[in-house]
T-cell receptor, first 114, second 116 residues
Framework: AQSVTQPDIHITVSEGASLELRCNYSYGATPYLFWYVQSPGQGLQLLLK??????LVQGIKGFEAEFKRSQSSFNLRKPSVHWSDAAEYFC????????????FGTGTQLKVEL | NAGVMQNPRHLVRRRGQEARLRCSPMKGHSHVYWYRQLPEEGLKFMVY????????ESGMPKERFSAEFPKEGPSILRIQQVVRGDSAAYFC??????????????FGSGTQLSVL
C-alpha cells in the first residue's frame, strides 16, 4: 500500500524567505502526487499536482514542486513566503485506478514571522 | 457556485449518542468522498459514494459507521454509539465524475466531532 511522509511537523520562516516543505512517498509505480493547503476553518485547497511529464510543476500562489523519482520525493517550494501563506500543508498520493481515494501525509504547519 | 458544504461545523456528543454529519456536494457533482482526520494524523479515506450507491467503503470501520448519498439531499455520515476515539475532523469532498486523475476534487471545511 502507498504511504506519504511529511517529516516536518512545524516550520517557521521569515516573510520574504524561501520555503521548502518535504514530502516522501512510498509506492511501487509512478503515483499521482498532490499538495493541498488548509487555512484555519477552511477546507483543503489544491495547490498543485503531478501526474506525468515535466517533473517540475507550477501551482497557484507562486508554489512549485519537483517530482524526484530517485528520491521518492515531491517537495514543495516557494521562493519568497508571504505572511498569508501561514497554514497547514498536506502532501497526498493517488494511485492508478484508485479514483479519488488519496493517501495523505500528516501535514506541515507553516508559521510565517513578520 | 457554492462550494462543498458541510454541517454542522462543530458537533459535540456524549458517549453512546449518535452523530450525523451532512455533506452537500458542489452543484453538478454526483460523487462524494468522506475522509477522517484524527489528531496529529493525516486525512484518511473512509468511503466513496455515488448517488444511491456505495462504491468503495474500504476505509470505513466495520461497526457503528455508515454512509449514504440519497437521490435527493445531502450525503450523511452516521456514527452510532460514539466513543471518545471517534473525536476527529471529518471532511467531505466531491467531484463531478470518478476522475481518473483526481483533477476535480473539492473539499468542504469539515465537521469537528468532539465526544465527551
Amino acid at each position: 500500500a502507498q504511504s506519504v511522509t511529511q517529516p516536518d511537523i512545524h516550520i517557521t520562516v521569515s516573510e520574504g524567505a524561501s520555503l521548502e516543505l518535504r514530502c516522501n512517498y512510498s509506492y511501487g509505480a509512478t503515483p499521482y502526487l498532490f499538495w493541498y493547503v488548509q487555512s484555519p476553518g477552511q477546507g483543503l485547497q489544491l495547490l498543485l499536482k503531478y501526474f506525468s511529464g515535466d517533473t517540475l510543476v507550477q501551482g497557484i500562489k507562486g508554489f512549485e514542486a519537483e517530482f524526484k523519482r530517485s528520491q521518492s520525493s515531491f517537495n514543495l517550494r516557494k521562493p519568497s513566503v508571504h505572511w498569508s501563506d501561514a497554514a497547514e500543508y498536506f502532501c497526498a498520493v493517488g494511485v492508478t485506478g484508485g479514483g479519488n481515494k488519496l493517501t495523505f501525509g500528516t501535514g506541515t504547519q507553516l508559521k510565517v514571522e513578520l | 457556485n457554492a462550494g462543498v458544504m458541510q454541517n454542522p461545523r462543530h458537533l459535540v456528543r456524549r458517549r453512546g449518542q449518535e452523530a450525523r454529519l451532512r455533506c452537500s456536494p458542489m452543484k453538478g457533482h454526483s460523487h462524494v468522498y468522506w475522509y477522517r482526520q484524527l489528531p496529529e494524523e493525516g486525512l484518511k479515506f473512509m468511503v466513496y459514494l455515488q448517488k444511491e450507491n456505495i462504491i468503495d467503503e474500504s476505509g470505513m470501520p466495520k461497526e457503528r459507521f455508515s454512509a449514504e448519498f440519497p437521490k435527493e439531499g445531502p450525503s450523511i455520515l452516521r456514527i452510532q454509539q460514539v466513543v471518545r476515539g471517534d473525536s476527529a475532523a471529518y471532511f467531505c469532498a466531491s467531484s463531478p465524475d470518478r476522475g481518473r486523475r483526481n483533477e476535480k476534487l473539492f473539499f468542504g471545511s469539515g465537521t469537528q466531532l468532539s465526544v465527551l
